[in-house]
């Protein structure tokens, strides 16, 4: 699984750098230490932090204008024999996207990886950005 450098797991909880080393250090995160002593953080417990806790209230709508391209980390990965839903959690944005089990199969989506929810009119597409 790809481990995260602190300013990409920042940028897809919508957080500080500074709040994802805080959680590294009082566990919330799980972080592992390269050879030359940065951190990275492991993708299945990004993915854990990532996925919002159901509160059944909603959340209060402001104006915004969303852009169409939305990077984050996947959260959950269903698949049956033909159809598949897969959830990204993009900063405070949760996307799910209805797709082809095939296509989900080709792309190799795990729960922990980065994606890219990209959204046009009703539809999300899944794209895996370059390395």
Known sequence: MPGYRLGQAAKMLGVSVDTVRRMVDDGRLVAVRTAGGQRLIEGESLAAIAKPKRTGK????????????????????????????????AGPHRLVS??????????????????????????????????
Not at 118 to 126: D, P
């Open 58 to 89: 909603r959340e209060e709508t402001v104006k915004q204008s969303a852009r169409n391209r939305f990077p984050g980390i996947v959260t959950r990965v269903i698949k049956d024999r033909v159809a598949a839903q897969v959830e990204i959690q």
């Open 98 to 131: 209805l797709l082809t089990r095939e296509a989900v199969d080709e792309l190799d989506l795990k729960p922990g990886m980065p994606a890219i929810a990209v959204v046009k009119a009703t539809n999300v597409s899944v794209e895996l950005p370059r390395d």
